[in-house]
């Protein structure tokens, strides 16, 4: 099993920055891409941020500029730096990777709980 635990969530005021971290644990063989998703209301969860383990980046057009993704693959984290926020970011932003636990065959999705961003004056 994979498990994936977010933090850096919090209030923010517009033009404010925040970094929310994602740390996944347990006996992994290998993770392939690693996101983030917000929750869009009456529609599906929409892509935020993704970056392969190779480093290639995938931005919504909304925060292209302003959010940057990154990993660090040794410890299995990803890192998504909110730079200008605005109020619109609003939402609780999940963690995904996909990933393939040792002695299972293939890769699957897995999400985190979510960490509320708030943007508010």
């Known amino acids: 099993q994979v498990q994936l635990v977010e933090s850096g969530g919090g209030l923010v005021q517009p033009g404010g920055s925040l970094r929310l971290s994602c740390a996944a644990s347990?006996?992994?063989?290998?993770?392939?891409?690693m996101g983030w998703y917000r929750q869009v209301p009456g529609k599906q969860r929409e892509l935020v941020a993704a970056i392969t383990s190779g480093g290639i980046t995938n931005y919504a057009d909304s925060v292209k500029g302003r959010f940057t993704i990154s990993r660090d693959n040794a410890k299995n984290t990803v890192y998504l730096q909110m730079n200008v926020l605005k109020p619109d970011d609003t939402d609780v932003y999940y963690c995904h990777a996909r990933a393939r636990p040792v002695l299972i065959m293939t890769h699957a999705d897995y999400w985190g709980q979510g960490t509320q961003v708030t943007v508010s004056s």
């Open positions: 347990g006996v992994i063989a290998s993770i392939d891409t």
